[in-house]
């Protein structure tokens, strides 16, 4: 198990940016597909976005193409998510999460495919 911890969610405005950063344990970081998931009130927690284990290839959802970039610093253990041109809907808790599942990318957007999560970082975009 990774152990994840994410960072720089705040108050923007609507049409702003926010840089989310998540920190990992352990020497195995390079080995997990890691994705960002966001869960707004009163709704169920959806896919944002993911990344390989490498960096080389990304996935994200329709709501985030486009305006969000997900990449990551294998030396530092870091996963990161920019968020540029946000919108009052993008609103959430957004959460790092870690799968050390190797092979396709198909289950990517499936959160029960990742075992390792975050305790969530507040994301509010006022209009």
């Known amino acids: 198990q990774v152990q994840l911890v994410e960072s720089g969610g705040g108050l923007v405005q609507a049409g702003g940016s926010l840089r989310l950063s998540c920190a990992a344990s352990?020497?195995?970081?390079?080995?997990?597909?890691m994705g960002w998931f966001r869960q707004a009130p009163g709704k169920e927690r959806e896919f944002v976005a993911s990344i390989s284990s490498s960096g080389g290839r990304t996935s994200y959802a329709d709501s985030a193409k486009g305006r969000f970039t997900i990449s990551r610093d294998n030396a530092q253990n870091t996963v990161n998510l920019q968020m540029n041109s946000l919108k009052p809907e993008d609103t959430a808790v957004y959460y790092c999460?870690?799968?050390?599942?190797?092979?396709?990318?198909?289950?990517?957007?499936?959160?029960?495919?990742?075992?390792?999560w975050g305790q969530g970082t507040q994301v509010t975009v006022s209009s």
């Open positions: 999460a870690a799968s050390s599942r190797i092979y396709g990318t198909t289950w990517w957007a499936n959160e029960y495919e990742y075992r390792s």
């Open positions: 352990g020497r195995t970081f390079s080995s997990y597909v």
